[in-house]
């Protein structure tokens, strides 16, 4: 049962700290997608990968979060260093492009709480 | 402007009975796709349903159906028969564009099935 995985499911650290989220995409999907939840923001897009190449990570701030795709298994997302406001949860979503639909398969999510 | 509205904060529905959930959208687009997420309190995003805007017939997936009303650029998903386990939250989402693109969420509503 193919699953797009996601580590870690919970983290908890203190403000200042390095956090890396890491993603497993499906294997042979071509699209990898950052989204954050918040109850006040909802679903937001932090970054996005078509073929490993970064196309769209406007939606991240640029000074404190990073994203790459080292090779097709694996998305990183690092925030350095990390804020209580970056609370939240995390989604890794990926997916395949056209004649596809562009249905999105999400990971169960990594729930990030910085104090 | 959003993108996606989704109106109703939250609803209840009685079990058996069937219940609207409403989404408006908004793209200059010709070409685009509309999808509605499922996230119950486990907190995994689940895909339901998409409807293309090429497609003539509304969407259809076993109780979930969508009314797709182009000209007042609303897709409104139908959850006939409604049952305790469809308690959580439902996102609507839009894909613009024929080529790769991201989804744009909604704030979501939630939905609540009592016995």
């Known amino acids: 049962d193919a699953r797009v995985t996601q580590t870690p499911r919970h983290k908890v650290t203190e403000m200042g700290q390095e956090v890396t989220m890491r993603c497993q995409p499906i294997?042979?999907?071509?699209?990898v997608f950052w989204y954050r939840q918040t109850m006040m923001q909802g679903l937001e897009l932090l970054a996005y990968?078509?073929?490993?190449?970064?196309?769209?990570d406007s939606g991240m701030p640029k000074d404190r979060f990073s994203a790459e795709m080292p090779d097709a298994t694996l998305a990183t997302l690092k925030i350095q260093p990390s804020e209580p406001r970056d609370s939240a949860v995390y989604f890794c979503?990926?997916?395949?492009?056209?004649?596809?639909?562009?249905?999105?398969?999400f990971g169960e999510g990594s729930r990030l709480t910085v104090l | 402007a959003q993108k996606i509205t989704q109106t109703q904060p939250g609803m209840f529905v009685q079990e058996k009975e069937a219940v609207t959930l409403d989404c408006t959208y908004d793209?200059?687009?010709?070409?685009?796709?509309l999808f509605w997420y499922k996230q119950p309190s486990s907190g995994e995003m689940i895909f339901l349903i998409y409807?293309?805007?090429?497609?003539?017939q509304n969407a259809t997936e076993g109780r979930y159906s969508l009314n797709f009303q182009k000209a007042r650029k609303s897709a409104n998903l139908v959850i006939s028969a409604s049952q305790l386990g469809d308690s959580a939250m439902y996102f609507c989402?839009?894909?613009?564009?024929?080529?790769?693109?991201?989804?744009?969420f909604g704030k979501g509503t939630m939905l609540l099935v009592s016995p």
């Open positions: 979503a990926s997916g395949l492009g056209p004649p596809n639909t562009g249905e999105l398969f």
């Open positions: 294997l042979g999907h071509n699209t």
């Open positions: 990968f078509r073929n490993r190449a970064p196309l769209d």
């Open positions: 793209t200059s687009d010709q070409s685009y796709g």
């Open positions: 409807q293309g805007s090429y497609d003539e």
């Open positions: 989402a839009m894909r613009e564009g024929r080529g790769y693109s991201t989804l744009t």
